[in-house]
């Protein structure tokens, strides 16, 4: 076995065909004029969301023994609000982002991530564009948009904006397992979805990827978005995700613009991570100094390439569209 | 015993669950891009044969299982328990229920080695190997002039299993068969 762990753990046509993929999708954005633009990879700030963990590391100036804590982005998603504050216009990132601790079929630490955004359109529109530029690089057709709302209540006949805790922990245990209790409200919104909703979302048929939008999510999942009210008069978050033969591709916002309330849910996550015994690090107090003087109305969006990749390639775990996959890296 | 965590979980583990020792089958990291880590987990019961499908939070634990597979020869069965010994020299002897036989009941001969699998020390299961050969005691005397082609007709072997043969097999033959299947695969060369 361990001889053969030199070799990549996907085929050359694979890798051929991600060569062209990232070709195709550079195009795109060079046609809709939309810059690339690279981001720092080491920073002294780290994302203070309650489930990613940062990979950690030690910048030690030549000649001295000063060892500085630096963290590998978990997505580029901070300096990129900093270049639109400083007026950049619309513009994309396409490379790897670093997650500590997620390893497994569709999960490696490291992986590449399209991240774009667009001025003066909210996260209706940029559903458009991630339509358009998915079928610019690929065979792709958007088959329905449904509110998160929508989705529960058919599925479960509950409204997940007003069911309460108890509820959704019943329809946990009933759904998904009996011995999962004492979690957060977010937590069996989760569990729910991903085991009885999501595995039925978009579809793959004759060679085409049928994608399904899941937008207004519950606001206790806002994360950077903003807050709206819906037809119903419910805040949701101005949130979407693409889903596509049962999972996640893309995660987007009609972004959160007001830096006070920005560091207020920082300062909320901070405590949250701490609450779950998690290392609490630095938040980016310069993206939130960029938002506090002026942050353009803009939607942007997260895609998961390699996720893109294995469903073109129809491959099911992540290490057939990868070089080398984590364990041979 | 140690116990293990989700990410240690690697399909053939042997875990406590609910009081009863379970086998992992399949584990899947489950990561909405904004949420907490889930292990989806496929496990078999080894008391009962049943799959389960279960979620657990990541880094969670279970205790392992103090189940073990061993080479052993079967001897005789007292018609309560059927009785076993260790290959290894020791001649220790175990002596397994009706239930922990199971299937493998129709396979059962003397002298044959077998797996048992024990659980805290008695027998949870055995696997009869993946061929044994056994005897014909009765089937009905075929077609005159028949050749490997054609029909079947069922045969009783020495352990009781029925199993469809040729039509060309006689009584007193020995037959190899695939246990896995209950399928007939040849014949000993007289």
Redesign the interface.
């Known amino acids: 076995m361990s001889e053969h762990l030199w070799q990549p753990s996907a085929e050359l046509d694979s890798l051929r065909q991600r060569g062209e993929l990232l070709r195709n999708i550079r195009n795109y954005f060079h046609q809709e004029d939309v810059m690339e633009v690279e981001t720092p990879m080491l920073s002294h700030h780290a994302t203070v969301d309650p489930h990613i963990d940062s990979f950690q590391t030690v910048f030690t100036p030549l000649g001295t023994k000063a060892q500085e804590k630096l963290y590998l982005h978990t997505s580029p998603e901070f300096p990129m609000k900093r270049l639109l504050s400083a007026g950049s216009g619309d513009i994309y990132f396409l490379g790897r982002v670093f997650r500590n601790g997620e390893a497994g079929g569709r999960h490696n630490p490291e992986f590449t991530m399209l991240e774009w955004y667009r001025l003066g359109i909210d996260h209706h529109a940029l559903m458009d564009d991630v339509t358009g530029l998915l079928a610019a690089v690929t065979n792709f057709e958007e088959q329905a948009r449904f509110s998160y709302r929508e989705l529960f209540e058919e599925e479960f006949g509950i409204d997940p904006h007003t069911a309460t805790d108890e509820t959704l922990m019943k329809l946990t245990h009933e759904y998904v397992d009996s011995g999962l209790s004492g979690l957060a409200r977010n937590d069996y919104l989760d569990l729910l979805f991903s085991t009885s909703i999501e595995p039925n979302l978009g579809d793959y048929v004759d060679g085409q990827i049928q994608g399904v939008f899941v937008y207004d999510y519950p606001a206790s999942m806002s994360a950077l978005s903003r807050i709206i009210v819906n037809e119903q008069g419910q805040k949701v978050a101005a949130r979407f995700e693409l889903f596509a033969n049962g999972y996640e591709l893309a995660n987007g916002y009609h972004e959160l613009a007001d830096g006070h309330e920005q560091r207020a849910r920082f300062e909320k996550d901070l405590q949250e991570r701490e609450l779950l015994g998690k290392p609490v690090y630095p938040y980016d107090q310069n993206m939130v100094s960029a938002l506090e003087q002026g942050f353009p109305d803009c939607a942007g969006v997260a895609m998961g390439i390699d996720r893109l990749h294995m469903l073109i390639a129809q491959k099911r775990a992540i290490k057939d569209v990868i070089p080398f996959e984590f364990f041979r890296a | 015993m140690a116990s293990y965590a989700t990410?240690e979980f690697r399909s053939g583990l042997k875990v406590m669950l609910e009081g009863d020792p379970c086998a992992i089958l399949e584990n899947?990291?489950?990561?909405?891009?904004?949420?907490?880590?889930?292990n989806?987990v496929r496990l078999r019961n080894l008391i009962t044969n049943r799959v389960w499908e279960?979620?657990?939070?990541s880094g969670e634990t279970l205790p392992g299982a103090d189940v073990m597979d061993y080479d052993m020869e079967y001897l005789y069965t007292d018609g309560e328990f059927f009785h076993f010994m260790m290959t290894d020299g020791s001649f220790e002897q175990h002596g397994a229920s009706k239930a922990a036989v199971g299937e493998t009941i129709n396979w059962l001969k003397e002298q044959e080695v077998y797996t048992v699998t024990l659980y805290n020390g008695s027998p949870l299961s055995v696997t009869a190997p993946n061929f044994v050969m056994l005897e014909v005691v009765q089937t009905d005397p075929g077609l005159k002039g028949d050749t490997a082609t054609g029909g079947s007709k069922p045969a009783t072997l020495s352990t009781g299993a029925v199993v469809k043969v040729p039509l060309f097999i006689t009584e007193g033959e020995i037959l190899k068969i695939d246990t896995r299947t209950g399928e007939y695969v040849g014949r000993q060369q007289k």
């Not at chain 2, 899947?28 to 889930?38: H, L, M, T």
């Not at chain 2, 279960?54 to 939070?57: P, S, V």
């Open positions: 990410n899947e990291f489950v990561k909405p891009g904004k949420g907490q880590a889930f989806r279960r979620t657990f939070k």
